[in-house]
């Protein structure tokens, strides 16, 4: 973001002496500054549109001021700024929109959480971080105990609203900078940058822990209200120099989440980093 004020407060001082040495006012190059508005619209989003449209209207009011235009009609000077300011705003709409249907499209529609497609752009990018700054990274694969009794019980909806209510508890707690990610069925990964094995079992621990203290209201077939207990099974694996791709990463978690749904369900097995 500095670089991004420096770089348009440069473009816009520089187009401002280009007004002020051909014309003030009158000069053609005040069409620079459309450019200058719309490039922040479409690249950054709101906020930085609307402070490149005060630093441009700033600019060139400067610029006028400077220059004295005789006979100065100043309807022009009004025109311009409207002009400046609707496609500013325009752009920065536009921009918003388009990253609005991105958010939408990497959002798993029941649970909230990431989808499987985000999750492993996430996982890669984070695993080249991770392996070239010589980082930790670890994941957290998550599964839901006897979900399939859940589901035959007391009906799928009845699972979904469980499903739901997990998802809520795992964003609840990880940190802001953690990706969770529904990865299939009642199945959740859950990324964790910069944090070591250890870290990452207590972050498992307690996702654990809390879902087996939530009384689960449900809503069953015959429309009676149940509350129910559930519990999950947690793989915890890590990056270190033996891994060498992301599948490898994940493929770790759950044969760890394998192990713990073996040993009984309802804990969490980690890898050996």
């Known amino acids: 973001m500095r670089l991004w004020v420096v770089v348009h407060l440069l473009d816009a001082i520089i187009i401002s ?7 003030g006012v009158g000069s053609e190059n005040f069409n620079v500054y459309y450019l200058l508005v719309l490039q922040a619209g479409m690249l950054f989003g709101f906020r930085p549109a609307l402070y490149c449209l005060i630093l441009a209207s700033i600019s060139y009011l ?12 100043w309807n022009v000077l009004e025109i311009r700024l409207i002009y400046l300011w609707l496609i500013g705003l325009t752009s920065s709409y536009l921009a918003f929109s388009e990253k609005k249907q991105h958010h939408s499209a990497s959002i798993d529609f029941l649970t909230r959480t990431y989808n499987r497609k985000f999750l492993q752009a996430t996982v890669e990018e984070e695993f080249i971080r991770a392996r070239d700054a010589g980082d930790s990274l670890s994941v957290i694969m998550i599964d839901l105990d006897n979900f399939k009794e859940i589901n035959d019980r007391y009906g799928h909806l009845a699972g979904d609203s469980v499903l739901e209510k997990i998802a809520a508890i795992i964003k609840a707690k990880i940190r802001e900078i953690d990706v969770a990610a529904r990865y299939g069925g009642e199945e959740f990964v859950v990324v964790l940058p910069s944090v070591t094995r250890d870290l990452a079992v207590e972050f498992a621990e307690l996702i654990r822990g809390a879902v087996q203290k939530t009384c689960f ?30 599948d490898e990463l994940l493929a770790k978690a759950d044969e760890c989440l394998y192990r ?14």
Request: aromatic fraction near 8%; glycine fraction near 12%.
């Open 62 to 73: 400067i610029a006028v001021i400077l220059t004295y235009p005789q006979g100065y009609e």
């Open 17 to 23: 002496i280009m007004v002020t040495a051909r014309g």
């Open 217 to 246: 209201e449900i809503i069953g077939n015959d429309g009676e209200v149940y509350k129910i207990n559930v519990t999950v099974s947690c793989g915890v694996a890590c990056f270190h120099s033996g891994v060498q791709s992301i």
């Open 260 to 273: 713990a749904k073996q040993m009984g369900r309802n804990r969490v097995e980690a890898d050996f980093c």
